[in-house]
């Protein structure tokens, strides 16, 4: 079994920054890829950014140059440090990973429960 936790979430004025921090933990041979979503009542989950194990990053236009992926593989951790916040960064924001439990099992995709940011205009 395999856990995403994500913290880091809260209220945040506009413009300013936050860091949000994700673990994973359990029954972990290697990690693929982690990633960070969001999702907006009424709208799609989006992709905000990923990154794989090799250091390779990807991010959504709306949060290029704002935003930061980073992760740790040594630690199994993730992290998204997130600046010039706008009111429709407003959203709760899960983490994602890619995990082999197994040198034997493909990679199979984790959640985290999520945890809400919002910006304040």
């Known amino acids: 079994q395999v856990q995403l936790v994500e913290s880091g979430g809260g209220l945040v004025q506009a413009g300013g920054p936050l860091r949000l921090p994700c673990a994973a933990s359990?029954?972990?041979?290697?990690?693929?890829?982690m990633a960070w979503y969001r999702h907006v009542p009424g709208k799609q989950r989006e992709l905000v950014a990923r990154?794989?194990?090799?250091?390779?990053?990807v991010y959504a236009d709306s949060v290029k140059d704002r935003y930061t992926i980073s992760g740790d593989n040594a630690k199994n951790t993730v992290s998204l440090q997130m600046s010039g916040l706008k009111a429709e960064d407003t959203a709760v924001y899960y983490c994602?990973?890619?995990?082999?439990?197994?040198?034997?099992?493909?990679?199979?995709?984790?959640w985290g429960k999520g945890t809400l940011v919002t910006v304040s205009s």
């Open positions: 994602n990973a890619d995990i082999r439990s197994s040198i034997y099992i493909a990679g199979m995709n984790y």
């Open positions: 359990g029954s972990i041979f290697s990690i693929n890829a």
């Open positions: 990154v794989t194990s090799g250091g390779s990053t």
